[in-house]
């Protein structure tokens, strides 16, 4: 059976309280994927860090991982950065089946959800 796993991959910051909501959207996300294994990875300036994360995942199993870009757009750091640490991980991993798909702020949903919020601060 495969072992599949959910990377909820952000910035990073300095402040610890930077974290925080990601730390409360992965708690969600898993508790709506209990079979699957759900964790936060960082660019920088916090840990762990993707490849380091990744090397942990397959290291418990994992052979099927997404990543998923927690930014609000497709700037450098997911159009540049994030791809070639992808193809690195490739390389190191050939086994496991890894993607990336388009940062969180891309998807019409997720734009409506926030728009549903601006215009209720209005209310």
């Known amino acids: 059976m495969t072992k599949r796993a959910l990377v909820l991959f952000g910035h990073?910051?300095?402040d610890p309280r930077w974290a925080e909501p990601?730390?409360?959207?992965?708690k969600l996300?898993?508790?709506q994927?209990?079979?699957v294994s759900v964790s936060l990875a960082f660019l920088e300036l916090m840990t762990p860090r993707l490849p380091d994360l990744m090397k942990?995942?397959?290291q418990s199993g994992c052979t099927d991982v997404t990543v998923v870009p927690v930014f609000f757009g497709q700037g450098g750091h997911?159009?540049?950065d994030l791809p070639i640490m992808i193809d690195q991980l490739k390389i190191?991993?050939?086994t496991v089946t890894l993607k990336a798909v388009a940062a969180v702020g891309e998807d019409a949903g997720v734009l409506n959800a926030i728009a549903n919020y601006c215009a209720s601060a209005l209310h």
Do not use: H, K, N
């Open 22 to 26: 990601f730390q409360r959207l992965q």
């Open 29 to 31: 996300t898993q508790e």
């Open 56 to 58: 942990e995942l397959i």
């Open 33 to 35: 994927m209990p079979d």
């Open 12 to 14: 990073g910051a300095r």
């Open 92 to 94: 190191d991993y050939p």
């Open 78 to 80: 997911v159009l540049r």
